[in-house]
């Protein structure tokens, strides 16, 4: 053995001797009882948490909850979380489940669980602390705003089933242009993909949107097969890196995509995520698609389990996602601190990640570092306060709602009309609510006039949905959408835009 290998192995077996040097100490001086097995776990979570912030370990008795929920012997609240500066944080709101409907927001912190502080705890141990029987409640302690000076409310959510469809509305936005929104990949999303597209088409879509708004990811394979509908064989959707060979793959797609050639403008935003965002930086480095919204949430990393002895196992990190132009999708976590690494999120990361440029097939210049930029940005909507949410836990939401739903008359008119009747939403629909909220929950609930239209709004597609059905309340938000708006305005512009000359200016700020 070379003498350099031999110093290697001596290293590594003296840090191991000082290791299990701390553990014995801690065993025979600690004042307070703790077993090994703690100890050891906590170092493993620390180890795991110095590498990067996506890798992580679970216990067997995790598993086994786990296990459970995926056999649906358990059920949770329909929430999707993430880390953010060191809060667990919702990431996705999974449409009419129980946290939907209990008012639980993108952006919100849970911080109390049953009356549990969680603080510490990693986001897959939060998760399973959600779960539960059928018909079991949860009591979240929530907070919202500002770090420093934040609004805090709490929600009871009773865990039941709820249907969970990778795509969840394929519509028609105009007499040429389908619409078609993806909320994750898993499951059947290829299948409910294609057979979505495939609907479009019949309706004679010349044109296609697709939103991945606030799509946190999923399977590699749906991904890929999903991205190759819009794309020609032999096409490159993204590369993996790692240490091992076997980790460094090139995806390619294995067939002429049947929607390649049809005009695509795609969204994304803050919570678009993982194999979203590989596949909006795909079609955006082969100029196949437009991107608006804002930028991605900057996570993409190929991760495996690897079981342990003792049956418990880590979700490591093994290499990272490549778009087809060079750009590395995941933002940086090396070299700085993990709540800075958080702080990142759906931002544009550190400032010398983002100063390489790369060049699409056709050589208009992207830039990566941290998430995918859109190439037309569309700023935030107005937020919504903490007291929303607490009358949305209580039903003000619906009762008013649905007590204006019964004044509508069923015909296709009155839907037709009701769509675009913003004044009558805020005439109808906000003084009621706002005299519950304030007389019920015995607070100001003050308003300016981009709240009063969010407000309106959300309180219009309930209305909606109550007199017209589902596709009353999908034709209304569609309609109301001015995301999907921009992205209407640019089809005409869209060869243009995909041009390296082109210059894509950002809507003028203003309501969403």
């Given at each position: 053995?070379?003498?350099?290998?031999?110093?290697?192995?001596?290293?590594?077996?003296?840090?191991?001797?000082?290791?299990s040097?701390?553990?014995?100490?801690?065993?025979?001086?600690?004042?307070?009882?703790?077993?090994?097995?703690?100890?050891?776990?906590?170092?493993?979570?620390?180890?795991?948490?110095?590498?990067?912030?996506?890798?992580?370990y679970?216990?067997?008795?995790?598993?086994?909850?786990?296990?459970?929920?995926?056999?649906?012997?358990?059920?949770?609240?329909?929430?999707?979380?993430?880390?953010v500066?060191?809060?667990?944080?919702?990431?996705?709101?999974?449409?009419?489940?129980?946290?939907?409907?209990?008012?639980?927001?993108?952006?919100?912190?849970?911080?109390?669980?049953?009356?549990?502080?969680?603080?510490?705890?990693?986001?897959?141990?939060?998760?399973?602390?959600?779960?539960?029987?059928?018909?079991?409640?949860?009591?979240?302690?929530?907070?919202?705003?500002?770090?420093?000076?934040?609004?805090?409310?709490?929600?009871?959510?009773?865990?039941?089933?709820f249907?969970?469809?990778?795509?969840?509305?394929?519509?028609?936005?105009?007499?040429?242009?389908?619409?078609?929104?993806?909320?994750?990949?898993?499951?059947?999303?290829?299948?409910?993909?294609?057979?979505?597209?495939?609907?479009?088409?019949?309706?004679?879509?010349?044109?296609?949107?697709?939103?991945?708004?606030?799509?946190?990811?999923?399977?590699?394979?749906?991904?890929?097969?999903?991205?190759?509908?819009?794309?020609?064989?032999?096409?490159?959707?993204?590369?993996t890196?790692?240490?091992?060979?076997?980790?460094?793959?090139?995806?390619?797609?294995?067939?002429d995509?049947?929607?390649?050639?049809?005009?695509?403008?795609?969204?994304?935003?803050?919570?678009?995520?993982?194999?979203?965002?590989?596949?909006?930086?795909?079609?955006?480095?082969?100029?196949?698609?437009?991107?608006?919204?804002?930028?991605?949430?900057?996570?993409?990393?190929?991760?495996?389990?690897?079981?342990?002895?003792?049956?418990?196992?880590?979700?490591?990190?093994?290499?990272?996602?490549?778009?087809?132009?060079?750009?590395?999708?995941?933002?940086?976590?090396?070299?700085?601190?993990?709540?800075?690494?958080?702080?990142?999120?759906?931002?544009?990361?550190?400032?010398?990640?983002?100063?390489?440029?790369?060049?699409?097939?056709?050589?208009?210049?992207v830039?990566?570092?941290?998430?995918?930029?859109?190439?037309?940005?569309?700023?935030?909507?107005?937020?919504?306060?903490?007291?929303?949410?607490?009358?949305?836990?209580?039903g003000?939401?619906?009762?008013?709602?649905?007590?204006?739903?019964?004044?509508?008359?069923?015909t296709?008119?009155?839907?037709?009309?009701?769509?675009?009747?913003?004044?009558?939403?805020?005439?109808?629909?906000?003084?009621?609510?706002?005299?519950?909220?304030?007389?019920?929950?015995?607070?100001?609930?003050?308003?300016?006039?981009?709240?009063?239209?969010?407000?309106?709004?959300?309180?219009?597609?309930?209305?909606?949905?109550?007199?017209?059905?589902?596709?009353?309340?999908?034709?209304?938000?569609?309609?109301?959408?001015?995301?999907?708006?921009?992205?209407?305005?640019?089809?005409?512009?869209?060869?243009?835009?995909?041009?390296?000359?082109?210059?894509?200016?950002a809507?003028?700020?203003?309501?969403?």
């Amino acid at each position: 053995m070379p003498s350099a290998a031999r110093s290697q192995q001596r290293a590594a077996y003296e840090e191991l001797q000082t290791f299990s040097g701390v553990l014995n100490h801690i065993r025979t001086n600690y004042p307070d009882s703790v077993s090994y097995s703690e100890l050891v776990a906590a170092a493993i979570r620390g180890v795991l948490r110095s590498l990067d912030p996506h890798s992580y370990y679970v216990s067997r008795a995790d598993e086994t909850k786990r296990n459970a929920l995926e056999r649906g012997e358990l059920y949770t609240v329909g929430i999707a979380l993430e880390d953010v500066e060191g809060a667990p944080t919702v990431l996705t709101v999974a449409p009419r489940s129980p946290a939907a409907k209990g008012g639980v927001l993108p952006g919100d912190r849970i911080v109390l669980v049953n009356d549990t502080a969680i603080a510490g705890l990693d986001i897959p141990t939060v998760e399973l602390r959600l779960a539960g029987e059928k018909g079991s409640k949860v009591r979240l302690g929530v907070e919202r705003g500002p770090r420093l000076d934040p609004d805090t409310f709490g929600v009871t959510l009773k865990r039941n089933p709820f249907e969970v469809r990778s795509v969840s509305i394929v519509r028609m936005v105009d007499s040429i242009t389908g619409y078609i929104r993806l909320e994750e990949f898993m499951g059947k999303a290829t299948d409910e993909m294609h057979d979505g597209l495939g609907k479009l088409r019949g309706w004679h879509a010349k044109r296609i949107i697709l939103d991945l708004r606030s799509n946190p990811g999923g399977e590699v394979v749906s991904a890929v097969d999903i991205a190759g509908e819009f794309l020609q064989k032999n096409s490159v959707v993204f590369r993996t890196r790692g240490r091992k060979r076997d980790t460094d793959t090139t995806y390619i797609t294995r067939h002429d995509g049947d929607f390649r050639d049809i005009p695509l403008v795609v969204l994304i935003d803050e919570r678009s995520a993982s194999a979203a965002e590989a596949v909006a930086a795909s079609l955006q480095d082969h100029d196949r698609a437009l991107l608006i919204g804002r930028r991605s949430f900057g996570k993409a990393l190929m991760q495996t389990d690897f079981l342990l002895p003792s049956g418990d196992y880590i979700h490591l990190t093994v290499g990272h996602v490549i778009s087809p132009s060079g750009r590395v999708i995941q933002r940086r976590y090396q070299g700085i601190s993990y709540e800075q690494y958080l702080s990142f999120a759906g931002k544009s990361g550190a400032a010398q990640d983002t100063t390489t440029i790369y060049k699409t097939d056709a050589g208009r210049a992207v830039r990566g570092g941290g998430g995918i930029a859109p190439d037309i940005v569309v700023p935030l909507a107005a937020p919504l306060p903490v007291w929303w949410s607490a009358a949305a836990d209580s039903g003000f939401d619906d009762a008013v709602s649905d007590s204006v739903a019964q004044t509508l008359a069923a015909t296709p008119a009155a839907r037709a009309a009701w769509l675009t009747a913003e004044d009558d939403w805020r005439a109808k629909l906000l003084p009621p609510f706002l005299t519950r909220v304030r007389t019920r929950l015995g607070v100001p609930a003050a308003t300016d006039s981009l709240l009063d239209r969010r407000l309106a709004r959300i309180l219009a597609a309930r209305t909606a949905e109550v007199r017209w059905g589902p596709e009353g309340r999908e034709e209304f938000l569609i309609r109301n959408d001015r995301t999907i708006r921009v992205a209407v305005e640019q089809f005409p512009r869209l060869r243009e835009l995909l041009t390296p000359s082109a210059a894509t200016p950002a809507p003028k700020p203003g309501p969403n």
